[in-house]
């Protein structure tokens, strides 16, 4: 039997998916050729191992996450591994790549020093190679540059192609915020996602994680994204 157009259902990690991401709502122009190797992967004419690093609060979950919902909408299936997290780890005994099109295995760098982990991640590379499934990685740091114990391990996260996530200026960040909340069905005023910016730390993830919760007092209380309405539910305990 063919694989079927379904998407996440070999490991039971949906839950672990933030609200739709897209890859075109990855802003910033640094990042365009990221974005268009991680499409290539994922239609199955691009690399066979992508690597991608950076520093925490750049985007890198949200380009992991935005990957597998892209899999899903070309017909292809995806499994996301968030390996900072122990179902995540536990996951990865359960990877088939008969069953998958695309592996994500996000924060790899956090199983570095855990040799039984180390294999774990090592194994499913050689299972995912041997059956040409492709794998994308995500890590804080370049493979060479992770306190991996594992001589093996070091050498396989270093096929394949490397790639460094660029940070999002401020307007990037601004339209990121803008799209992001379109994307939910929501309208963000320029004013609003500026005022968020000045506020608020500034790294990627942070900021998106506080839209998701504007996005659910906004529709509890049924108010527009006002500054007013934002200061209100962020600040000042509303």
Known sequence: MGKSQTSFKQ???????????SLEGFIGNDNLLLRALI???????????????????????????????????????????????????????RVNPQEIDLLVLDDVGSVAGDRALEFAVFDVLNRLREQEVPVLLTAARPPADLPIILPDLASRLGWGLTISVAEPSDAEKIE???????????????????YLLQRLPRDTGKLLEVLDELDQASLSAQRKLSVPFVRTVLFEGG
Do not use: S, W
Not at 64 to 73: D, L, N, T
């Open 176 to 194: 990121l915020l803008t799209v992001k909340a379109h994307e939910r069905g929501l309208v963000m005023p320029f004013e609003t996602a500026a």
């Open 39 to 93: 499409m290539q992967q994922i239609e199955g004419n691009g690399e066979l191992q992508l690597f991608v690093h950076g520093p925490l609060g750049v985007g890198k979950t949200h380009l992991a996450q935005a990957a597998c919902f892209h899999a899903g909408g070309q017909g292809r299936r995806a499994a996301y591994l968030p390996l900072a997290l122990d179902h995540g780890r536990r996951g990865l005994n």
């Open 11 to 21: 490991l039971p990690l949906a839950l672990d998916l933030n609200p739709p991401q």
